[in-house]
């Protein structure tokens, strides 16, 4: 088994520097107080900074603890700044695919829809904001399900050793059934689903991430199955293309760096 | 070569952009960059016409490589800029004169006193359809004409030029003191107080009242329309649009018929009504303005509708209260509550604009009892934008004549669901979103693309128009009353606070 990490201990007791006292602490203070360079505190506490768990009074330069990590039982971010900030991709997926596009994020074992752009056809629509979707049964739930451990969690919950509640006849029904299409979703990096929640709809969904590759929420386009879909049943390679691209430009946006 | 893509200039208040479209009106690439705001005393405000000028000599190349084309691949590039700005600059060098003097500069405060106290100040409106005010144009020129030593004797001579930001770079991009043609559009030249609103010309009669020699002033011309060839930074490129930025996103939107508007969503906002070919005398204390003029048609006019504060109340919120941590969480700190409990915010941080114009009148928070939390004021910031909004749409019903029936949206705030919803509530009109959010930016390029035939018709852009949201009207008709009511109320409460000097300002 591999000893603890330095830089973590460290941040930790940054973190436990922080929170005594007056908790407005400079570079130097703090590197004095633990013993480091200042180098090396210094890049410690721009990382915490980065993760809002640190932050910096632009006019003294002190560091104080940040207010997520404060509420870090609280939601990582807010799922209105998650729409702002994800709003020019979502168009331009919408522009790109010909399709609707919703993102979604993981409540009470369901998926909220945070925000919906209508497929570009200037067809009478309705907005789905604020809409609960099935997880087991759409591409975004299970982006959810598959990187979400909490979502997994909740929808344990809920149906114990009981059925997964059926749309249609292709709707998963078991758990194992359900394991076996998450395997696929965590090895592909994407889901999709064709006539699952109703028939006739398909969608295809990818994982939106933040710093350190927690996902925040998955973002895909949804319609027609016959639109979606290739006449094998399978959603078509470019909307996977389009998709991914999009959830990727999300994230780098929101401070993933692998994605 | 084939030229696949049009090109737009947005020269705005902090920054520069140049975005290239595709002929469905797509995004191809976007490059930016911010120039220094300089406030030499209170209230004043000055960009410099040379960084900006330099601004767009980097960025204009940058758009191209980002795509990975040459120049000779765009077909036409329009302009979009910050409206009103004044530059002067010697004809034969082409160095600025004096620094560029911003919209949102005061200095010409006491001239504006005066001037409106001349018994001929009447003209001014009934010409070119303003009111006599510190943002636009004339009263800057004058200001700077009289300012410096030997300054109007050159105006005169036309050795010192002024111009617009669109002007500005225009002549630049043209050759500069090289040949560079001097130009302006209607919709620019709308906003100097000395065009004549009906012939589209300079106004003998206003350039008399203000004091301002023709010579010194650029040829007016179609919004779309090619003025000339670029010679530098987009070499061989037609320059085939300018527009001012409002006007560019009433364009960009696509409100090419009378009775169709847009409101653009930032730190204030901007209500612009299309009124067709004739310009609609506002007595309801809006703007009459041009919208556009493509090549030899008709001119169309356009009722606009300034609101001064609506995104920079959240922000308020944000850093003067430090209530919540970014923008976009106002709404979920709305959407605890689901009322604002009687709570009422008047923004009137620096007085009141369209339609009321109170200069005297400062910000209230009306309504507060112990049952008022954050979250109800957070309903009354969102709230405070809707009823602004519902306040010029009634101005601009009661001016044109015709009742809006679709409010096309575009702006940071657009994000907001819960704001975009209350809007449609309280105009009862249901209100749209369109996929590309950069209406600015694709005005001046659809205008641009336009004039070389790009682009075919209107109709050919209409359809590269799609909604991507759309909110519909949901609130009871009684709630909608009472609750307009009271927003009139909690207004009225604001007006007359700054003494002594209280007194109108505006329209």
């Not at chain 1, 639109?227 to 999300?250: F, K, M, Q, T």
Request: charged letters at 20%; one cysteine or more; hydrophobic letters at 40%.
């Amino acid at each position: 088994m591999p000893g603890p990490i330095q830089s973590i201990e460290r941040a930790a007791a940054i973190l436990r520097l922080l929170a005594q006292g007056s908790g407005r602490l400079g570079l130097t203070e703090i590197a004095n107080s633990l013993g480091l360079a200042r180098g090396t505190a210094h890049g410690i506490l721009r990382t915490l900074q980065l993760v809002g768990f640190v932050e910096q009074d632009e006019a003294t330069g002190k560091y104080q603890l940040g207010a997520a990590l404060l509420h870090l039982g609280t939601s990582y971010l807010d799922v209105n700044e998650l729409r702002s900030r994800a709003i020019n991709w979502a168009d331009a997926l919408a522009a790109r695919s010909g399709e609707a596009v919703r993102i979604g994020t993981h409540l009470q074992g369901r998926v909220l829809v945070v925000h919906h752009v209508f497929r570009p056809d200037d067809s009478l629509q309705t907005l789905d904001v604020g809409m609960l979707l099935p997880l087991h049964a759409t591409a975004i739930g299970k982006v959810l399900l598959a990187f979400d451990a909490n979502a997994a969690a909740a929808l344990h919950d809920a149906v114990r050793d009981g059925e997964l509640e059926q749309f249609t006849r292709r709707t998963a029904r078991t758990q194992r059934e359900m394991s076996r299409m998450l395997a696929t979703v965590r090895e592909h990096g994407w889901a999709s689903d064709a006539d699952e929640a109703g028939m006739g709809e398909a969608g295809v969904a990818a994982p939106i991430r933040g710093y350190g590759g927690l996902v925040v929420g998955a973002m895909g386009v949804s319609g027609a199955t016959e639109r979606i879909c290739d006449s094998g049943g399978r959603p078509r390679p470019e909307l996977v293309g389009y998709v991914r691209d999009a959830a990727r430009a999300v994230s780098r946006d929101l401070g993933a760096s692998r994605w | 070569m084939t030229q696949r893509y049009v090109m737009s200039i947005d020269q705005g208040t902090t920054s520069t952009r140049c975005i290239l479209f595709d002929q469905r009106g797509r995004l191809v690439s976007v490059t930016q960059r911010e120039h220094k705001q300089h406030f030499p005393r209170p209230g004043w405000v000055e960009h410099d016409a040379v960084e900006i000028w330099r601004n767009l000599e980097r960025i204009g190349p940058q758009a191209l490589a980002q795509a990975g084309i040459g120049p000779g691949e765009v077909a036409a590039v329009g302009i979009a800029n910050q409206r009103e700005t004044t530059v002067l600059w010697d004809r034969r060098t082409g160095v600025p004169v004096t620094p560029a003097v911003v919209w949102q500069d005061t200095r010409t405060g006491t001239l504006v006193d005066e001037l409106s106290r001349h018994p001929d100040a009447h003209v001014v409106r009934e010409r070119c359809g303003l009111p006599l005010a510190t943002y636009f144009s004339a009263p800057t020129v004058r200001w700077l004409l009289d300012d410096t030593d030997g300054l109007r004797e050159r105006a005169e001579r036309g050795e010192v030029l002024f111009g617009t930001m669109e002007s500005w770079l225009i002549w630049n991009l043209t050759g500069g003191p090289d040949g560079g043609v001097h130009v302006t559009d209607v919709t620019n030249a709308s906003r100097t107080l000395l065009m004549n609103l009906r012939d589209l010309d300079w106004d003998p009669v206003l350039l008399g009242f203000f004091g301002i020699p023709r010579a010194m002033l650029p040829e007016i011309r179609p919004s779309s329309e090619t003025y000339g060839v670029a010679r530098r930074v987009l070499p061989g490129v037609r320059i085939s649009a300018a527009l001012g930025d409002q006007q560019a996103a009433l364009f960009g939107q696509t409100c090419f018929h009378r009775g169709e508007a847009k409101c653009t969503y930032g730190t204030g906002a901007f209500l612009l009504l299309n009124t067709g070919t004739e310009p609609v005398a506002s007595t309801h204390g809006l703007l009459t303005t041009v919208g556009y003029q493509i090549g030899d048609q008709p001119a169309v006019y356009a009722l606009e509708g300034s609101i001064a504060i609506t995104g920079a109340l959240v922000q308020w919120f944000r850093d003067g209260l430090g209530i919540i941590g970014t923008a976009p969480e106002i709404e979920t700190l709305a959407r605890t509550v689901d009322d604002n409990g009687g709570c009422y915010i008047v923004p009137a941080f620096s007085g009141l604009f369209a339609p009321h114009w109170r200069s005297e009148a400062r910000g209230v928070i009306v309504g507060l009892t112990s049952y008022i939390t954050k979250g109800h004021l957070a309903r009354a910031v969102l709230e405070a934008t809707g009823w602004q909004t519902r306040e010029v749409v009634d101005a601009m019903n009661a001016d044109a004549g015709i009742a809006l029936t679709t409010l096309k949206v575009d702006g940071g705030m657009t994000s907001d669901n819960l704001l975009m919803q209350f809007i449609a509530d309280v105009l009862d009109v249901p209100v749209v979103r369109p996929m590309v959010a950069e209406t600015v930016s694709l005005g001046a390029a659809y205008a641009a693309g336009l004039a070389v035939g790009y682009w075919p018709d209107l109709e050919g852009l209409r359809r590269n128009w799609h909604r991507a949201a759309q909110w519909t009207p949901a609130m009871d008709p009684k709630r909608r009353a009472d609750e307009y009511d009271n927003w009139r109320r909690a207004v009225e409460r604001s007006f007359d606070w700054i003494k002594p000097t209280a007194g109108r300002a505006g329209p």
